[in-house]
């Protein structure tokens, strides 16, 4: 996974995730992620080209995954806040709307609670 040792990160990806954004960036230029709520497409993370998705004051930045920014719903974050977040892929269709669709792969995010030292480092203790 993309972690540095040292740095507590909102969002990271797993090696196949990081592999499959590497291939959509070669056919569609840089990308970005946003993670759905929920509604057409679960709760997936959502792959756009940048910019297609227009963000503004109620989304949160989590972090990159790659050089992928990755956002999310300030509501959302409210909820999600004490974990970190891990993009992974497994075989499948994606969201409707999501450049992995054809790939027959989709991004899958799983989770896990911070630390309470982790916590600290991210002022959200």
Same mark, same amino acid.
């Given at each position: 996974?993309? #972690? ?14 990081? %592999? ?6 070669? !056919? ?6 946003? #993670? ?16 297609? =998705? ?26 999600? !806040?004490?974990? #970190?977040?891990?993009?992974? @892929? @497994? ?5 409707? =709307?999501?450049?992995?669709?054809? %790939?027959? !792969? ?7 609670? =911070?630390? %309470?030292?982790?916590? #600290?480092?991210?002022?959200? !203790?």
């Amino acid at each position: 996974m993309n #972690q540095e040792d040292n740095e507590v990160r909102k969002v990271i990806a797993t090696d196949a995730a990081l %592999e499959l954004i590497g291939l959509l960036e070669s !056919k569609h230029g840089p990308v970005m992620f946003h #993670q759905s709520g929920g509604c057409c497409d679960g709760s997936s993370p959502m792959c756009f080209p940048l910019g297609e =998705f227009l963000v503004g004051d109620s989304d949160v930045l989590m972090g990159e995954i790659g050089e992928a920014p990755f956002y999310m719903s300030r509501a959302q974050y409210e909820y999600w !806040k004490y974990t #970190q977040l891990i993009i992974d @892929v @497994v075989p499948g269709r994606g969201g409707m =709307f999501s450049l992995e669709g054809p %790939e027959g !792969k989709r991004f899958l995010t799983r989770s896990r609670v =911070f630390s %309470e030292e982790e916590l #600290q480092r991210l002022n959200l !203790k």
